[in-house]
């Protein structure tokens, strides 16, 4: 999966974090140097995890990936 996450804002994520629902992360702060950080930005943003941003296909529709909300589901 390539949600744009970077390594750090995905060791930074938390449980509070994941919207199931959704199908999405907040990125609120990174794990860097050793500790959790503010980000870059100072700014929260929400991510999709269900969808693989370099996949651009014709298929491709909000709520097609029902494999990825499985796994969502699976995540505890």
Known sequence: MQSGLR???VTGLQQQD???EA???KVRRPWTR???RPTKTRRER???ILH???DDTLEWR???ADGARSVLHGLT
């Open 7 to 9: 390594a750090g804002e």
């Open 52 to 54: 693989p941003i370099a």
């Open 18 to 20: 994941l919207d199931r």
């Open 62 to 64: 909000p709520g097609a």
């Open 34 to 36: 050793g500790r959790l």
């Open 23 to 25: 199908g999405t992360v």
């Open 46 to 48: 929400d991510v999709s």
